[in-house]
Nanobody, 122 residues
Framework: QGQLVESGGGLVQAGDSLTLVCLAA????????MAWYRQAPGKQRELVAS???????NYVDSGKGRFTISRNSAKKTVSLQMNSLKHDDAADYYC????????????????WGQGPLVTVSS
């Protein structure tokens, strides 16, 4: 089992909501940036949302106003709340951890989860 374990994917209808959760075995308090990426068939992997250790967030344009990323250090989780889902949101969603903050800087992790599948039906 990897360091990042995702859950919450599934089949939903257009307009529904879904929450993806990424559990980090090592914890997340020292990880600089946690993020969610997605990849649809035939398309490149794209950044959906990211959140830094101090709470700064960033979203893909199509997700602004619909998606919310949050992190809970006590629970070692990063969540992605997705509302008003569209067919274009259907993809494999991957959790990512970039680097581990240490005194000298940030040690590269580049860890990926296994990717929960999100399917959006009519």
């Amino acid at each position: 089992q990897g360091q990042l374990v995702e859950s919450g994917g599934g089949l939903v209808q257009a307009g529904d909501s879904l929450t993806l959760v990424c559990l980090a075995a090592r914890g997340i308090s020292s990880i600089k940036t946690m993020a969610w990426y997605r990849q649809a068939p035939g398309k490149q992997r794209e950044l959906v949302a990211s959140i830094t250790y101090d709470g700064k967030t960033n979203y893909v344009d199509s997700g602004k106003g619909r998606f919310t990323i949050s992190r809970n250090s006590a629970k070692k989780t990063v969540s992605l709340q997705m509302n008003s889902l569209k067919h274009d949101d259907a993809a494999d969603y991957y959790c990512h951890a970039d680097c581990l903050m240490v005194i000298e800087g940030c040690n590269r992790l580049d860890e990926w989860g296994q990717g929960p599948l999100v399917t959006v039906s009519s």
